[in-house]
């Protein structure tokens, strides 16, 4: 559904973009993103396009520069289709918990709450920037959700002040967090390098602990710096005046923000059936049941978040606030709309990724960039190559087990530390998700958003974080 949309003029009580030069015509972010933001609203097609567009160049990368055959290719990308279900499920699940639980009437409230916080729209893109980088280094997952309500909400209360904000551009605030989720605790590449059961055994002989990664200097200043840099970027890419706003569309901007669903059934319909239906029981006994799995799972494991935790805490969540068994059913049902992106695209990143294994063009295009580097470039090589590899395997953890064997022993052999490649690995898989479709599709659906409406604005977030993860990555390089 395309936006409702209104030229106007926004608040202006925020501070200006900083521009530097002659005549108030300096160079600022903003100029300089304006062209690809022009050239993606008119040329980004839908997402499914751009899997399949991908899928092709892919295959035919593999077929011009491996020797693999028509039909390695095929068989790689068929078996491929596969890999990604379990992953395609906890997202599925991560999307419409998260929608389900964001409808209940007790989140209702808070987000109304802190959508009320901000008073400006600068104050509106900083805060939604702020609370889905902070979201996200606790786990993606959440971010991804908490962002595109929260962006929402934000747009309602805004419309109730008569203050116009570019619903765009706030999804974009929330997405810009998956380009530094890589720093923090739900960080694919270093949880898998920690972990014995993976092949960072037989690639170094030992794990790598998370101490001497997420918990390094180094990253954990990237975080002081990052964080703050976004919070005070992304608001000085808002429309100015006489610029064309895109405001909340209309059938989001009802009542709290979020649907309404009702907590009884019939209220004449007095049969035992209908009144189980109508009680908290159930949910409340189940819920309970799910909530102490979960504080054994903590008490056992210490504070080691999944994904399936993520869902389940979601699942508790739902079930303890909601009213009855019906509400529950009903908010299920409507958040059940929400997945249909993700059920269809995701098995097609798969194949891309089967292809990029079974051919051998994932290693390839990782040894080509080992080929160029020294000790000094290393950890900035690996930086890139790992940037550029997202786009075809934008799953971080399917990623490092593709480049991170080759990157690793590589690094070992000229003397790199490899906690430096493997948080670098990270940071790059981070920063392209700001162009790659694959994990925005949670949050668009949430806020009901094509990607070409926010792409323009990502890419200034990707500038933005890419230069400070790449500085980081050169300092800890340098040690």
Not at 49 to 54: P, Y
Not at 170 to 175: D, F, H, I, Q, W
Request: aromatic letters at 8%; one cysteine or more; a negative charge.
């Amino acid at each position: 559904m395309r936006n409702e949309q209104n030229t106007a003029v926004e608040d202006q009580s925020a501070p200006a973009t900083t521009s530097t030069g002659s005549g108030g015509h300096g160079l600022s972010l903003r100029t300089i993103t304006a062209p690809f933001s022009r050239f993606v609203e008119r040329w980004m097609p839908a997402p499914l396009i751009f899997a399949v567009a991908l899928t092709v160049i892919v295959a035919i990368m593999a077929l011009t520069m491996t020797p693999a055959t028509p039909v390695d290719v095929l068989s790689g990308w068929g078996t491929g289709l596969s890999d990604l279900l379990a992953f395609t499920t906890q997202m599925c699940l991560i999307l419409l918990l998260g929608h389900a639980l964001a409808n209940t009437a007790p989140v209702r409230r808070a987000l109304v709450s802190m959508g009320a916080l901000p008073r400006t729209a600068y104050q509106a893109y900083a805060w939604v920037t702020l609370v889905a980088c902070a979201a996200s280094m606790l786990t993606w997952g959440l971010a991804l959700v908490v962002g595109g309500l929260l962006a929402r909400e934000v747009a309602v209360q805004m419309r109730k002040r008569s203050v116009q904000v570019h619903f765009p551009l706030l999804v974009a605030c929330a997405y810009t967090s998956m380009s530094v989720w890589s720093m923090g605790y739900s960080s694919s590449p270093p949880l898998a390098a920690a972990t014995p059961d993976t092949f960072i055994i037989d690639t170094l002989g030992a794990t790598i602990p998370v101490s001497e990664t997420l918990g390094a200097w180094w990253n954990l200043v990237g975080i002081v710096v990052v964080v703050p840099a976004l919070v005070l970027i992304m608001p000085t890419l808002r429309p100015r005046s006489g610029d064309s706003i895109v405001q909340l569309p209309k059938d989001l901007a009802g009542g709290d923000g979020v649907e309404t669903v009702e907590s009884h059934i019939d209220a004449e319909d007095t049969s035992p059936a209908a009144r189980m239906d109508s009680s908290r029981i159930v949910p409340l006994i189940l819920g309970s049941g799910v909530a102490a799995y979960i504080i054994w799972y903590f008490s056992t494991n210490g504070f080691a978040l999944t994904l399936d935790i993520v869902n389940w805490t979601f699942l508790a969540a739902l079930l303890l606030l909601s009213r009855s068994t019906y509400e529950v059913g009903r908010l299920v049902k409507n958040a059940a709309s929400t997945v249909g992106d993700i059920l269809l695209q995701f098995p097609l990143y798969a194949g891309i990724m089967g292809i990029m294994v079974s051919t051998g063009l994932g290693t390839l295009i990782a040894n080509f960039f080992v080929d160029i580097s020294n000790p000094v470039t290393f950890g900035p090589i690996a930086f890139v190559a790992a940037a550029l590899l997202n786009i075809a395997i934008p799953s971080a953890g399917g990623q490092f087990a593709v480049q991170g064997p080759v990157m690793l022993e590589a690094a070992q052999a000229i003397g790199v530390d490899p906690a430096v490649v493997t948080m670098a690995i990270g940071y790059g898989d981070s920063i392209t998700n700001m162009i790659q479709p694959l994990f925005a599709l949670p949050l668009l659906a949430i806020a009901n958003s094509r990607l070409r409406d926010i792409v323009g604005y990502t890419s200034a977030s990707m500038l933005v974080s890419g230069t400070v993860l790449l500085g980081v990555t050169f300092v800890a390089s340098l040690l």
